[in-house]
């Protein structure tokens, strides 16, 4: 009876020991995704989209998992989340996490990104040629791009010329929107995407710079129905995967990842993000209670000359080599 006792404890614990290390084994071949966007936001359905594309490739058993909304880490964390290896693959913004990407943010400075293949043009080559120097050396790059030009929202007062700002709290999406904000006398409010709604609701802030897609996918319609068709900034972004997961791949899942990664796939992201923002005006467009505000020559040439030492203020305080970044990225812009 003892030796049978035995036997069962012994054989009981040795496939406990082995659904544990399944276990494991199915945790490691099941890379995290992460979204702080909603699961029917714009870039956590492009993500899905590159899931979709990607996994059928992989060695079986090897496969992406989406995790939106948040689940794995606020909206400022996600490039910590792939550094340290709690998500294998993030939606990166690089504003979001202060002197990591400088260079990067090259493309916030008004007049140079009008649309996203634009921007995502100007920081592909700057990558290429090595002039972002060693900002991604601790990921593997998926895609790097751009938002379009930013609009201005506002809930109460119709923005036509910067003076209008004057004396406003504004969501700023970086440090760099805050300084900008803040020389047109207007106060620069730094909120996390999924904070802007409650945080407008509330008259914390009037008005929020960002894109079409930001407007519709965080509802923002219904707090500010006034629309600026001027270009604020844009904002870079990215997908980024965590360097030792990807080198823990079998080869053949690293050529896969290969093939879907980089300026190719940077620019499919670019091309979905303009298609929507065109698409996503027109909705909007079409709503009763949204005005679209359309500047005439007199006044956009007014944000012009409000921009004239945007150059400046962005060369302020970065590494050397920023001066060789901004020239060359003015270049890309103009080709």
């Known amino acids: 009876?003892?030796?049978?006792?035995?036997?069962?404890?012994?054989?009981?614990?040795?496939?406990?020991?082995?659904?544990?290390?399944?276990?494991?084994?199915?945790?490691?071949?099941?890379?995290?995704?992460?979204?702080?966007?909603?699961?029917?936001?714009?870039?956590?359905?492009?993500?899905?989209?590159?899931?979709?594309?990607?996994?059928?490739?992989?060695?079986?058993?090897?496969?992406?998992?989406?995790?939106?909304?948040?689940?794995?880490?606020?909206?400022?964390?996600?490039?910590?989340?792939?550094?340290?290896?709690?998500?294998?693959?993030?939606?990166?913004?690089?504003?979001?996490?202060?002197?990591?990407?400088?260079?990067?943010?090259?493309?916030?400075?008004?007049?140079?990104?009008?649309?996203?293949?634009?921007?995502?043009?100007?920081?592909?080559?700057?990558?290429?040629?090595?002039?972002?120097?060693?900002?991604?050396?601790?990921?593997?790059?998926i895609a790097l791009f751009t938002t379009p030009g930013y609009r201005i929202f506002s809930a109460d007062k119709e923005i036509k010329v910067p003076s209008d700002l004057s004396g406003i709290k504004m969501r700023s999406p970086s440090p760099y929107g805050s300084e900008l904000l803040n020389e047109m006398g207007a106060s620069g409010v730094p909120i996390p995407a999924p904070q802007v709604y409650e945080n407008m609701e509330r008259n914390v802030v009037s008005s929020a710079a960002w894109t079409m897609d930001a407007y519709k996918s965080f509802r923002l319609y219904e707090v500010a129905p006034n629309v600026t068709n001027t270009r604020f900034i844009a904002t870079p972004l990215a997908f980024l995967m965590n360097k030792k997961t990807?080198?823990?791949?079998?080869?053949?899942?690293?050529?896969?990842?290969?093939?879907?990664?980089?300026?190719?796939?940077?620019?499919?992201?670019?091309?979905?993000?303009?298609?929507?923002?065109?698409?996503?005006?027109?909705?909007?467009?079409a709503k009763p209670d949204v005005h679209f505000i359309q500047l005439n020559t007199e006044q956009n040439a007014a944000w012009t000359d409000a921009f004239v030492d945007a150059r400046n203020l962005w060369l302020s305080g970065k590494p050397d080599g920023a001066e060789v970044v901004l020239k060359r990225a003015i270049e890309i812009a103009e080709e």
């Open 1 to 141: 009876m003892k030796k049978t006792m035995h036997f069962l404890f012994v054989k009981s614990g040795l496939l406990a020991v082995l659904l544990l290390l399944t276990g494991f084994d199915a945790i490691a071949k099941q890379m995290r995704v992460s979204s702080f966007e909603p699961a029917k936001g714009f870039f956590s359905q492009t993500l899905q989209a590159w899931i979709d594309e990607v996994n059928p490739k992989l060695t079986k058993g090897y496969r992406f998992k989406l995790y939106p909304g948040s689940i794995l880490g606020a909206p400022p964390a996600q490039a910590e989340l792939v550094a340290k290896g709690v998500a294998d693959v993030a939606f990166v913004v690089p504003t979001y996490t202060s002197g990591l990407f400088p260079m990067t943010t090259v493309s916030e400075i008004p007049g140079l990104v009008k649309d996203s293949k634009t921007g995502t043009r100007i920081l592909n080559t700057l990558k290429q040629e090595g002039l972002l120097g060693t900002e991604f050396a601790d990921f593997k790059v």
């Open 246 to 285: 990807y080198e823990r791949l079998p080869d053949k899942d690293k050529a896969a990842i290969d093939s879907m990664s980089l300026s190719e796939r940077s620019a499919w992201v670019a091309e979905r993000i303009d298609a929507s923002e065109t698409d996503i005006e027109a909705q909007m467009k």
